[in-house]
């Protein structure tokens, strides 16, 4: 045995030890400071009220455990939200606990996180939104082995390269996976990957949070990475993306440009940043300084007198996404001001209060401190333009490459350990044989199959304990078609099988023409967005038959008995994550989704169709053919009068794109002194809106933005009211830019091309032909380019049409399949794949910008006939397929 080794066993052997002492003498203890212990006694004891009803699943356990632990839980319990509170039990967060408490006495670096650290960024089990599992417990073994010799830097950096081992980007719907469904898909997106990687640090004892941007000022997104404490300084890095160092990121140039980047801490934090809300239960502050260049705008805010109004309410909105999104909210002290510390572009600092309102576009370069008086009035038409300009572009940093070559040499390496992992799904001819002994349909099962990734076993199981039963088997694949396919690659088995035995009684009493009430609004096991769980097997004995009986003789019963049993809690689930339903029953409280989706429940599980409206997410049951929309409270009762909006679409010479909603246009409603977007499906365009919209008369407002190239936006705002009975024609028109674009330069048209996966030689002239060229330099295992691809292949259609020369420099000497499977097969049937030997290509267009390209990608060009360079693109920016259609065919 080496040195190392033995080393660590007599560490692991003391250590065991230790803590068998220190839990035996119960002299350990969490809190140092008496004050900070009170605080959270405090707030525990509100805490415990709020749960009383699950108190011997919560806090019986409390008498049995040492001091250290005991005190470690009463901070957990003080601080965590209702969610965690409703749907999980004391062992589990025991079991958290005992793990981070391990991970400190074990690490070197354990004794240099200071006790706020702590218990701030290391034993908090949850990151954010995700869905809780046992990662700590089944990782920590594995975790701790492979970087216990390391310094805390190296550790970091290891760390991240075996979750890059495990997870790869890749998009996937809003409900965020928890790490070990996340691990079982070995994909996720940017927020599902920086969750993975936060917990996995925190798993080590190494403080970790989750920062995002929540929109970005340059293009209409936003991205979600990691913030790891090392030696006295939190520094960044690309969850799942390994970097030779840290603070190296594929999006540090983006970040520059950031207007706020902020993150959500569990509990009171007391830390150096600015606290951007401070509630009882959790600290947002901003980090934005850590990136990009910043500034402090002071907003004060003043009513028609010019008297200084405490309370009112400040939003600093950013242009994305076709709205006017608040990156923050604040609330006017007693001299009626407040500030924000944002990066240099421009906002809408909108003021409110009440339904007084009034705005201001500012520019935060050229503002110090900004006036707001409340006297806009809502009954005024009126149109206004705004440019919103982003931060500019910084000169890169230089491109740092040392380590660069061995830690390519690892990624891709890792590539392979993941592509091995996703060969063991389930095969086609595996899935073709399971079809066959259980005489299914042999398509179906294999396509559920295969879009349950990791989770294939427990597909597989369910397939086989539902056939067993002849009645169950019918229904099989109309309960798959109800549920998403992020359900498909987390749910156990036994929760569709609960579903499938508990709706079946119910099928026959829709005829076979309504036979879609039964399957979308009583199979159906998914309501909104909550973690599927077997509420309807719950609810079968929670609830007496004789109640289940008059709930289906009249549903209203059921509403009463949730106004009466269910109390509403609006503040507590700060995380937004919904409640199971079984969760909501057992805590006995809730917020306004969970309750709504606890209503659906329980109607579905008794045989009552019933949903959350699709645009407004009202619960709804069904009665004699009607949907009837719930209302608990009486103040949400809608008004009876209508209105009508009819959407006309106006072209301008410039932009050839129909514009989309939540693309470049949104409709929004005058609600408290504010407009809130009324939701219709993105991307729906204009002229698809061949309908007039039903709305409630009052005040809306139209938003629409043309996005340039630089990221600047042609903004517009309407102003209109509706009257009831009234139908109004509003023109959807996208500004034209007064500028002419200028030719970055010439790309030469004589060279050669040579193909990435053979001999093949391409001439460019002939590419380009008369009609042009895109040519893009790419590197398909990073997340920007995989968002191009994705966008190109949205837009094939136009660009087949087009016909002109799309040409792809891969950057790297290996795809992963997993890449190639997924976008290139879908981009434009011209597209050709083409490695840029020595990067001598992307060398002429670094000449043309003057910098450095490489750390950049991907680079997309729109050259014309004559190779004159029409756009150029770098790095991450959303939107570039559609600024290139723009340019297609232009006069």
Known sequence: MNRNKLSYCIYCILSVMVLMFVSACDVGTFFNDPIQKEKVETQFKKQRQLAKNREKDLFEILERIPTEEREAMTFL??????????????????????????????????????????????????????????????????????VFHLSMKEAVLEINHWCHEKV???????????????????????????????????????????????????????????????????????????????????????????????????????????ILSDSPLYTEINV??????????????????????????????????????????????????????????????????????????????????????????????????????????????????????????????ED??????????????????????????????????????????????????????????????????????????????????????????????????????????????????EILSDYKTFFATAFTPDVIKKARGNPKTLVQWIQDNIKLNTTNNYYKVPLTPIGVYRIQSSDLVSRDVFFTALCRSFGIPARLEPGSLSPQYLSNGSWRTVYFEKRNLPSSARGYVKFRYVPNRENKIIPGYYTHFTLARFSNGVYVTLEYDEGKKVTEFTEKLDVVPGHFLLVTGNRLPDGTVLSKLRFFSIKENETQEVPVELRSSEIKPVPYGTFPLDINLKSFTDETVYELTKISGDKGAIIGWL??????????????????????????????????????????????????????LCTDIGSESLHTVEKMVGHSLSASLPVILFIDKSGKVIVLSEGYKIGIPELLVNQLNRD
């Open 77 to 146: 319990y003080a601080y965590m939200p209702l969610s965690d509170l409703a749907d999980y039990n004391s062992d589990y967060f025991l079991e958290n606990i005992r793990i981070a408490l391990e991970a400190r006495e074990v690490f070197s670096w354990g004794k240099t996180v200071s006790d706020d650290l702590f218990r701030h960024f290391v034993l908090p089990y949850r990151v954010n939104n995700e869905n809780l599992d046992s990662f700590r417990s089944v990782y920590f073994k594995e975790l701790r082995d492979r």
């Open 416 to 529: 392979q350990l993941r592509g091995d992992y996703e060969n063991t799904f389930i095969s086609k001819n595996a899935s073709h044989r399971l079809a066959r002994k259980l005489r299914l349909d042999p398509v179906k099962t294999r396509e559920y199959l295969v879009k349950s990734r990791g989770n294939w076993q427990e597909i597989s199981q369910f397939f086989t304990e539902a056939s067993a039963n002849s009645k169950l088997k019918s229904l099989i694949f109309l309960l798959l078609s109800t549920v998403s396919e992020k359900d498909l690659r987390d749910t156990p088995a036994s929760i569709l099988l609960g579903h499938l035995k508990s709706s079946y009684k119910y099928r026959n009493q829709f005829p076979e023409n309504q036979q879609n009430y039964f399957v979308q609004y009583i199979l159906n096991p998914r309501v909104n967005n």
């Open 168 to 274: 790869m980007y890749k998009s996937t719907d809003s409900r965020t996976s928890a790490p070990l469904s996340t691990i079982k898909t070995a994909y996720g997106r940017c927020g599902e990957e920086s969750t993975f990687t936060v917990s996995a640090l925190r798993t080590i004892g190494i403080p970790a949070r989750q920062c995002y941007t929540p929109r970005w000022a340059h293009c209409d997104d936003n991205h979600a990475w990691v913030e790891v404490w090392v030696e006295g300084k939190w520094y960044y890095l690309g969850a799942c993306e390994p970097e030779p160092d840290l603070n190296i990121a594929w999006f540090t140039e983006p970040a520059r440009r950031a207007m706020l980047v902020h993150t959500k801490v569990f509990g009171d934090y007391k830390g150096p940043e600015e």
């Open 779 to 832: 590197d398909p295992e990073k997340e920007p380019t995989k968002h191009v691809l994705s966008e190109m292949a949205q837009w094939k259609k136009k660009f087949e049409e087009w016909g002109g020369g799309v040409v792809f420099y891969i950057m790297k000497d290996k795809i992963p399949t997993s890449v190639f499977n997924s976008y290139f097969p879908h981009l434009p049937k011209q597209h050709v």
């Open 288 to 413: 934005t300084s850590n990136y990009a260049k910043t500034k402090k705008i002071s907003v004060s805010v003043e009513d028609k007198n010019q008297k200084r109004i405490q309370g009112a309410e400040v939003k600093f909105m950013l242009y994305n996404y076709a709205e006017f999104y608040p990156l923050v909210k604040k609330t006017t002290d007693a001299n009626g001001t407040c500030s924000l510390i944002t990066g240099l572009g421009d906002l809408l600092v909108w003021a409110s209060k009440g339904d007084a309102f009034g705005y201001k576009k500012i520019s935060v370069p050229e503002t110090d401190a900004v006036e707001i008086t409340l006297d806009k009035n809502p009954q005024d038409e009126y149109a206004v333009e705004y440019d919103f300009v982003p931060p500019i572009q910084p000169e890169p940093f230089p491109v740092r490459i040392e380590g660069k070559k061995e830690n390519e040499r690892r990624l891709k390496l």
